[in-house]
């Protein structure tokens, strides 16, 4: 395949631009043929790259003193931040000079700055964040994780396009099964949107197997391929997740702890737990995509380390290869248009 | 103490009225000084206890044919389930005969029932279902967890109470801390309800430390005594972290199958391991109270086994060995009422 150029916002995150350079040297060598755009403050950047002359090689720094901070309003980053280091990271891949956007920065301010910059796909009005996590029978998506509060009907359709387009690309599912987050199956309960939005998808056209609702205990279950949720929801339940997944752990530490047997027990069963640990690491399941936009933007967590970061930018790469854009606008194209008569009416 | 007598809905649940009985068998044991009424199908029940002498001795079948049905909707089961199992039991605690229900029948059911019979405390609008669960710290609780889809900011506050009353009666918090769950912790952030909710628990007057906003991985660190949210989001989180926990146990099984040291590994471990799966397991923390009724009325989960059953009548006996419903009515005198304005302008 061709080069590829990632731009990366090298000021976003809890350790930039250390993360952000390092994991570039290690994504560069797992894809020889990606180039990098690393924007940010050139007197910080160049001594993080000095030491490494094949990342050079590939590298450019574009320099800019602005950068957006973690707790800045989206609203306010969006008007006072056009030099920011995430603006320009986001502004070189609408102009083309890059393919896709990696940051670990602020996550409103880079969904709003990548809406306004790169516009979603048509017939989406708001982009969602989608991320991909284990389960018992393998890996799922769940959409939104946090871009949208409050969710209609439309955009709780709109979300099932954009999921299931990605676990057809990046998943390589060919006809993903979705399911509405709920919090019981029988249809009596939950909110109205969601009825709503299940008595759409059930005649529904685009390539995918609508089982209904879901509920908390399917997200690990691996019931369904993309699991499909208001990004308030979505958002707790991938911290309740998380936050669950670190206490199993451990109580699992705790009780190798427990006694001598069990602390024999723990050096023979070592090299197997070691294989588990990299399985469940938070690290592999870094990288958020932005979906419904008119681009690849990928959100890595603000607190990572290089191997995360990494990361991040595979979810990027991976999203370029299968072509997740143009597959993701077909599929918006074969979306249900009830919501059409509605517009029209408003 | 002096005697209690709880009232079981021996039909309610996936496998009743068996559960039920060799539950209550069980409590008998640990709790020598309750008595049980056991409203069901005498049919059915009678042949259970016949094994059963000491259960037959502090054991009263009060027979009904009727029983509310799993996918009944509460409005139906309200009108129509006057004789019903689970009816009369809530009776029996309104009317004095005994002096708390435990049901593991339809969750909506017992709920609107409840409410009917027994009423909500002053200045609650609606009940809540609360429970505790292990966190890195020891014990929270949550709550709502599915009674109320829609919460505004007087919900949020009434749980509030509800839920420190519950931390500080059983659980032992003279002082318990408590926060909102929320997507972020800063203020910008999240519904509307929640932020008028967290500016009159600022100002509030109850026992108990308001911390603010909390996010979903806070559940399991124990971040707070108590997490208060709507019945929505609580269901969801409850059921992604009882997910998320099967499946790490799940990985951490399979880790210890994939090779022969790992397996004896786990031999040398399995004391200690045991130890840990009872710390989990999930029928240790059966027995979801529903909170704001004047009375005691607990859920159990319909699927649990008889210890499960079992523990949900603990929790029974524990509400009315610490005096629950008369240390909340307590706080609900507390309670702020800035909505009292509100209430007399509507």
Same mark, same amino acid.
């Given at each position: 395949m061709s080069r590829l150029t990632i731009a990366l916002d &090298?000021? $976003? $995150?809890?350790?930039a631009p250390q993360v952000v350079v390092r994991g570039a040297n290690i994504a560069r060598q797992r894809h020889p043929q990606v180039e990098f755009l690393l924007f940010g403050r050139k007197g910080e950047i160049a001594p993080l790259l000095s030491g490494m002359q094949r990342l050079r090689d590939v590298a450019r720094i574009v320099h800019t003193d602005d950068v957006v901070r973690g707790d800045e309003k989206p609203s306010v980053a969006l008007r006072s931040g056009r030099n920011s280091s995430m603006r320009l990271a986001i502004n070189a891949v609408h102009e083309g000079a890059a393919d896709g956007v990696v940051s670990a920065g602020n996550t409103g301010a880079l969904m709003a700055m990548s809406k306004f910059v790169l516009k979603t796909l048509p017939g989406i009005d708001r982009p969602a964040i989608a991320s991909f996590f284990p389960t018992l029978k393998g890996e799922s998506v769940m959409l939104d %994780? $946090? &871009?949208?509060?409050y969710c209609n009907a439309k955009n709780l359709v709109d979300f099932a396009v954009l999921g299931t387009s990605f676990a057809r690309t990046? %998943?390589?599912?060919?006809e993903p099964s979705y399911g509405l987050l709920n919090? $019981?199956?029988?249809?009596?309960?939950?909110h109205e949107a969601l009825h709503e939005a299940s008595a759409i998808l059930r005649e529904a056209r685009f390539p995918g197997h609508f089982v209904g609702f879901v509920e908390g205990d399917d997200i690990a279950k691996g019931t369904v391929d993309v699991i499909v949720t208001d990004g308030f929801t979505g958002n707790v339940a991938l911290k309740t997740a998380e936050g669950t997944a670190k206490l199993i752990n451990e109580f699992v530490r705790r009780t190798f702890r427990s006694s001598l047997l069990a602390g024999i027990g723990y050096l023979l069963a070592r090299p197997a737990m070691n294989k588990l640990r990299q399985r469940v690491d938070p690290r592999r399941y870094n990288g958020a995509v932005l979906t419904g936009l008119n681009g690849v933007a990928v959100k890595s967590h603000g607190g990572t380390d290089t191997i995360g970061f990494a990361n991040a930018i595979d979810v990027a790469i991976d999203l370029l290869k299968h072509d997740f854009i143009a597959e993701t606008r077909k599929a918006c194209e074969s979306m249900p248009r009830p919501f059409d008569n509605q517009a029209a009416a408003s």
């Open positions: &090298a000021m $976003g $995150g809890d350790n %994780l $946090g &871009a949208n509060i990046v %998943l390589g599912q060919p919090v $019981g199956s029988e249809e009596i309960k939950g």
